[in-house]
């Protein structure tokens, strides 16, 4: 198995990238996000990525990742039945790491069915699946979910009754999703340094924005 390729970019396409190395030149599947950074660097720019390596009888394909946050994540979502390598791409694609976690811990069904492929019923086998067996410090960035810690009545984790989960629910109620809504949320509340609700709230629409 092919852990990673070290070499230089020589062609991106979409979706996919040339790494050569040795001299020899390894076509990678990528996410649409992967492309754009790849694309920053410029064709002859040295590069590490990690590998997926996806065998069937009728092909073998290699999936390329930056870092190793990304390449674990997508080793979980390919588990869930529905989606493969091509799902789990999608998913990186319209979501970084550490949002597309979030969403599945939160239960934000909605946000992940935005996903190109991914409908309602294999977002929701996603969060069914995987929000027992991932969390945020995974990523390294010590995100805090302990306002997630209670479920509410259709199964998806809820904030705590706190300043933050209030502005979270005022900002859906306007039609933005939960998973934006939390983000926009915290960002506010440690820039706002209070637990004004409505303070935090007008903070985190700027975010919204």
């Known amino acids: 198995m092919i852990s990673f390729l070290q ?6 396409e979409d979706g996919s990238a040339v790494i050569g190395v040795g001299g020899i030149g390894f076509q990678v599947q990528i996410s649409s996000e992967t492309v754009q950074r790849l694309s920053s660097m410029g064709r002859g720019a040295e590069v590490r990525i990690y590998t997926f390596t996806y065998l069937r009888e009728d092909m073998i394909a290699l999936f390329g990742f930056l870092n ?3 390449l674990e994540l997508f080793k979980r979502l390919i588990t869930v039945s529905g989606i493969g390598p091509k799902g789990g791409l999608s998913l990186l694609s319209a979501f970084s790491a550490d949002d597309l976690r ?7 069904v909605k946000t992940i069915s935005r996903a190109p492929g991914i409908g309602k019923k294999t977002a929701e086998r996603l969060v069914i699946d995987l929000r027992d067996k991932i969390n945020l410090s995974d990523s390294g960035t010590h995100q805090d979910l302990s306002s997630y810690s209670s479920l509410g009545a259709g199964g998806a984790e809820e904030p705590a009754a706190s300043s933050e989960s209030e502005a979270i629910e005022a900002l859906t109620a306007l039609g933005y999703a939960r998973v934006d809504a939390a983000r926009a949320v915290r960002k ?10 409505e303070a935090i709230l007008k903070a985190a629409l700027k975010y919204m924005l």
Do not use: P
């Open 102 to 108: 979030f969403a599945i811990l939160s239960g934000d």
């Open 7 to 12: 070499g230089t970019i020589e062609e991106i």
């Open 188 to 197: 506010a509340a440690a820039e706002a340094g209070t637990e004004d609700t």
């Open 68 to 70: 190793r946050d990304e």
